[in-house]
Structures are given as C-alpha cells and as structure tokens.
C-alpha cells in the first residue's frame, strides 16, 4: 500500500500563503488520484481539494476555488496544494488522502482508502 507523508504546514497571517506536499512512498504513485481533506477543532473532516492520476482534472471545494490550487508531479511521488489568501477559517489539520479508484472515491465524505498523519496549518488574524 502506498504511505503519505504531508509537510509545509505553519504559521501564518492572513492573506498569507502557503505550499503544502505530499510525499508518497512504497507504490507507484501514478496509480493513486490525490486529494486533499482538513479538520479544524470541533468540526468534521472535509474535502478540500482531488486530482486524477495525471493531474489533468481536479476538483475543489466552493470554500477554496480560487484561493488553491491542488498539483502533482508524479516523477517526484509527490501532491501539492497550494494555498493563497488564507484566512482564519482555513485554520485546520490538512490531510493527505489516495486511492486507486480514481477522484470519485476521494470525492466522498469518507475519502479514499489512505492517509496521511495529517499538518497544521494555523492562520493569524
């Protein structure tokens, strides 16, 4: 199975950006749709951001189009999201998330099959 590792997470003021990774590991990447979910305390887990396999479709959640933006290049195992104009909402623990099922199966409320440990992310008004 393919394992996630998310990095890039911090402090930030708003309006701020940041650029978040997902490194994968142990399968071929390629293989796998990409997306991203967040938490903030208090609240369920939501979907964020998805990509197919090739990176031509992806999908956003209302409360971000236009503010990120979700990559991949898979000759470096690794998804991007990056995010402009943060605001305090955005605060949150973001997550990693793949499956070979394609954007459909992340694109659900209980995401695809794996996991990553999960970044903070953490903006200042």
């Known amino acids: 199975q393919v394992q996630l590792v998310e990095s890039g997470g911090g402090l930030v003021q708003a309006g701020g950006s940041l650029r978040l990774s997902c490194a994968a590991s142990?399968?071929?990447?390629?293989?796998?749709?990409a997306g991203w979910f967040r938490q903030a305390p208090g609240k369920e887990r939501e979907f964020v951001a998805a990509?197919?396999?090739?990176?031509?479709?992806?999908y956003y959640a209302d409360s971000v189009k236009g503010r990120f933006t979700i990559s991949r290049v898979n000759a470096k195992n690794t998804a991007y999201l990056q995010m402009n104009s943060l605001k305090p909402e955005d605060t949150a623990v973001y997550y990693c998330?793949?499956?070979?099922?394609?954007?459909?199966?992340?694109?659900?409320?209980?995401?695809?099959?794996?996991w990553g440990q999960g970044t903070q992310v953490t903006v200042s008004s």
């Open positions: 990509i197919s396999r090739n990176g031509g479709v992806t």
């Open positions: 142990g399968r071929t990447f390629s293989n796998y749709a």
């Open positions: 998330n793949a499956d070979t099922k394609g954007t459909d199966a992340i694109r659900t409320r209980r995401g695809g099959d794996y």
